[in-house]
């Protein structure tokens, strides 16, 4: 081939081969740009309050209206009392706030009555109590919490850290920054749901490494109008 030809290739070679890296750093200019978006949700989203349906108990999340019933597989649950609250307090590096507090009559389904044997002698129908909860550590230590230590109704009943039954973990240690967003449920034997006015409940106190105090307990008193 003459010489002439030889350049001519060369250049086109170097131009086709110029276009696909500029074609190359494009798309990965284009990916980022879609792709930082999509993180910074993820980040934002994990911070939010979403609570989810338990495999204890029916999935009431979207029931807000008293006497109001939900069913699905794991039985019927109905309403009796509900407070919206989004209030939040401090101590020491923690913040907690709670978001929802339901009282609600529960049938559980035939197969879920064998688990609930442990937490109450009424398997076929019984009041719980559900408190959605955030819960984030401010600090950079960890610490050990309870977001409901304790809850005491206007009839006198207590119930204890130690019966709830959703089982959402969200007891113990929190790092350093991190955000636990979750649900407990507990039982109530005597206290009569429909009459119910007034429920107090306590987290447990801040604990340090060596689980040694660092704040006293947190107490919020929940209204039900």
Not at 148 to 162: A, L, P, R
Request: charged share 35%; hydrophobic share 30%; with cysteine.
């Amino acid at each position: 081939m003459p010489f002439k030809g030889w350049m001519i290739l060369g250049l086109t070679a170097a131009l086709i081969t110029g276009c696909s890296d500029d074609n190359t750093e494009k798309n990965k200019e284009d990916k980022t740009q879609q792709e930082e978006p999509e993180q910074k949700d993820t980040e934002k989203n994990s911070d939010k309050m979403t609570f989810t349906d338990s495999p204890q108990a029916p999935d009431d999340t979207k029931l807000s209206e008293v006497n109001k019933s939900v069913e699905d597989p794991d039985g019927i649950v109905t309403l009796k009392k509900y407070k919206k609250l989004d209030e939040e307090q401090k101590a020491d590096l923690i913040s907690l706030t709670l978001s929802e507090v339901k009282v609600l009559q529960y049938k559980p389904s035939v197969d879920l009555i064998d688990f609930f044997h442990s937490y109450t002698h009424e398997q076929k129908e019984f009041p719980y109590v559900r408190v959605n909860v955030r819960i984030k550590n401010n600090g950079n230590k960890p610490v050990h919490f309870a977001p409901v230590s304790e809850i005491k109704t206007d009839q006198g009943e207590k119930v204890t850290w130690k019966e709830d039954f959703y089982l959402e973990k969200l007891n113990g240690e929190i790092k350093p920054g991190e955000v636990k967003v979750g649900s407990l449920g507990f039982i109530l034997e005597d206290t009569d749901p429909e009459s119910i006015k007034t429920i107090t409940i306590k987290s447990s106190e801040v604990l340090n490494n060596e689980k040694k105090k660092i704040s006293d307990p947190l107490s919020f008193e929940v209204n039900f109008n």
